[in-house]
């Protein structure tokens, strides 16, 4: 079958791709005229006329979230948002999570809401770009990766609302890169669809962090922390299709012994990883606003030479996800976060 490039467009920058398929025209939203534009032959897209300066109405909100139901990421430029307009808005899709237990474990946090996640790379003591060598930074490292966000926690997150305050110069890199994971699970063969219909796999915050920084995190063993247990065949339950849940955090698969666990989980990563079904969106400036599905798409940072040298100010609400699949297979109100008691 032919194969067909896609074209750069004004709103995102693409990573050369040859993928069946083209880019859908943009179309209007049947209540509220909101334009959207298709970023992806199959997921991702811009949304504009939405005031956001303005409450966000019940009718309004539910048009918004059918259109972050269909297409997994919906990127908002130029919102104008507050921290207090960013969690008031984000409240619309569900129980917010909140930094608590990170404080309480010691950590530092610079902003004024527990409820928004710092993802910049600001030093919490001084205000300024934090060097490499901090822990923040190497803690940070593991986002490279793809994964889907707090998968290893006892109740996993649903959406996650990512918001710039400030931005490094362009071309310093930080771009944010998704994807389809529903898309991936699709073209699955049916063989590997029947195989992995029933297995859990095994979720931890620190085998990814350990994967990407093994000798900082060499006395680090994930199989002694809490392990979040999640089916990797699932149903999404907003869109009604089929997922593949996978990620970065994936240490082992109940079932299998050590070398199939990880063959397995290198060829389900890999292929959600194949150019065809992979977005980068680049930050154009402060109030640009990407809200993902975290149980529909998956999605990594790109670093860049702004890393140690300019500031990147990213503010995100995590939502826990509400679905029926919450707690995976954790048990109904399973309550630790970051392998915290």
């Known amino acids: 079958m032919s194969t067909e490039t896609i074209t ?7 990573v050369p791709l040859k993928i069946e398929g083209v880019i859908p025209e943009p179309y209007y939203s049947p209540k509220f005229n909101l334009k959207i534009i298709p970023l992806h032959p199959t997921f991702a897209c811009e949304l504009l006329g939405v005031d956001w300066s303005k409450d966000i109405s019940p009718e309004l909100y539910q048009e918004i979230r059918d259109i972050v139901d269909k297409f997994g990421v919906v990127v908002c430029r130029d919102t104008g948002l507050t921290d207090e307009g960013h969690i008031k808005f984000s409240a619309n899709f569900g129980d917010l999570d909140d930094v608590r237990p990170y404080q309480k474990a010691g950590r530092k946090h610079r902003l004024a809401h527990p409820e928004l996640f710092d993802a910049g790379n600001i030093d919490p003591n001084t205000g300024d770009v934090a060097p490499l060598t901090a822990a ?3 803690g940070n490292k593991a986002n490279e990766l793809f994964h889907v966000d707090s998968s290893f926690n006892g109740r996993r997150a649903g959406h996650s609302l990512l918001l710039a305050h ?7 890199g930080g771009s944010t890169e998704y994807a389809d994971s529903r898309t991936a699970y699709d073209d699955l063969t049916a063989a590997k669809k029947e195989q992995i219909k029933e297995l859990v796999a095994n979720h931890s915050l620190f085998h990814s962090r350990k ?9 680090t063993d994930p199989s002694k922390l809490p392990l979040s247990k999640h089916k990797l065949s699932q149903v999404h339950e907003w869109s009604g299709r089929k997922n593949l849940y996978i990620a970065s955090y994936v240490y082992s698969i109940d079932g299998l012994d050590v070398d199939e666990s990880k063959a397995l989980i290198a060829e389900l990563l ?6 065809q079904y992979r977005v980068t969106i680049d930050w154009h400036q ?3 606003m990407i809200i993902w599905d975290n149980t529909s798409v998956m999605h990594r940072a790109t670093g860049g030479s702004y890393e140690g040298n300019f500031r990147r100010d990213m503010r995100r609400t995590t939502v826990k996800d509400m679905s029926r699949d919450k707690y995976g297979l954790n048990g109904y109100g399973a309550d630790w976060r970051v392998g915290l008691p």
């Open 286 to 288: 402060p109030g640009d």
């Open 166 to 172: 400030v931005l490094p110069p362009p071309g310093t």
């Open 8 to 14: 750069v467009t004004p709103t995102a920058t693409w």
């Open 270 to 275: 890999d292929h959600v990883q194949k150019p």
């Open 136 to 138: 923040q930074v190497i």
């Open 211 to 219: 994967t990407v920084m093994p000798d900082y995190f060499k006395d």
